[in-house]
T-cell receptor
Framework: AQSVAQPEDQVNVAEGNPLTVKCTYS??????LFWYVQYPNRGLQFLLK??????LVKGSYGFEAEFNKSQTSFHLKKPSALVSDSALYFC?????????????FGKGTHLIIQP | DGGITQSPKYLFRKEGQNVTLSCEQN?????MYWYRQDPGQGLRLIYY???????QKGDIAEGYSVSREKKESFPLTVTSAQKNPTAFYLC????????????????FGPGTRLTVL
């Protein structure tokens, strides 16, 4: 079975500072990893994904994520936080050996950017 | 939210009633998914369908039913057998490469909030 852990329910960052939202995963095969963002009462918006290749993945809105196989982690990062980045962030995983079945999500991390 | 629409945005159900949530996509995607979101629990997979007239149960299928008669549509029925249906329901879709691909990105609709009265 595959699983995702987001160890922090909430992360607080001052505007302009770098931010990190943590994610660790467990999967039997090669991991395909995804980050999504959700604003209140809205659907999820895709930010970025890691499939293979370069461990540093760049995505939408200046976000990036670093895949670390030895630590089974896929932390989301941004060099300079904006107040508008405040939202709920989800990490998700899928076994690369599987087909187009569903994603397994973490419980989410609330990111709060303080002005 | 792109080309995926969900209706209604808010839905109220009485005890013992069945209700159907609509999901339509105009992205020409092959696969469609239903997830349930509860506070502090992330998203959990209810059902998914990779092609028309075929679908599979997810992790929490009990008390739910689906159909996939058209590529564009994947309605979800919440039956009276679902004991705790109050939640936010999200539909998603993805393109499926030949043979299926685990790398395809899922895109989400705006969601339907279901409340049991």
């Amino acid at each position: 079975a595959q699983s995702v852990a987001q160890p922090e329910d909430q992360v607080n960052v001052a505007e302009g500072n770098p931010l990190t939202v943590k994610c660790t995963y467990s999967v039997s095969g090669n991991p395909y990893l995804f980050w999504y963002v959700q604003y209140p009462n809205r659907g999820l918006q895709f930010l970025l994904k890691y499939i293979t290749g370069d461990n540093l993945v760049k995505g939408s809105y200046g976000f990036e994520a670093e895949f670390n196989k030895s630590q089974t982690s896929f932390h989301l990062k941004k060099p300079s936080a904006l107040v508008s980045d405040s939202a709920l962030y989800f990490c998700a995983v899928r076994d690369g050996g599987g087909g187009a079945d569903g994603l397994t999500f973490g419980k989410g991390t609330h990111l709060i950017i303080q002005p | 939210d792109g080309g995926i629409t969900q209706s209604p945005k808010y839905l109220f159900r009485k005890e013992g009633q069945n209700v159907t949530l609509s999901c339509e996509q105009n992205l020409n995607h092959d696969a469609m998914y239903w997830y349930r979101q509860d506070p502090g629990q992330g998203l959990r997979l209810i059902y998914y369908s990779q092609i028309v007239n075929d679908f599979q149960k997810g992790d929490i299928a009990e008390g739910y039913s689906v159909s996939r008669e058209k590529k564009e549509s994947f309605p979800l029925t919440v039956t009276s057998a679902q004991k705790n249906p109050t939640a936010f329901y999200l539909c998603a879709s993805s393109m499926v490469a030949f043979g299926g691909s685990a790398s395809d990105t899922q895109y989400f609709g705006p969601g339907t909030r279901l409340t049991v009265l």
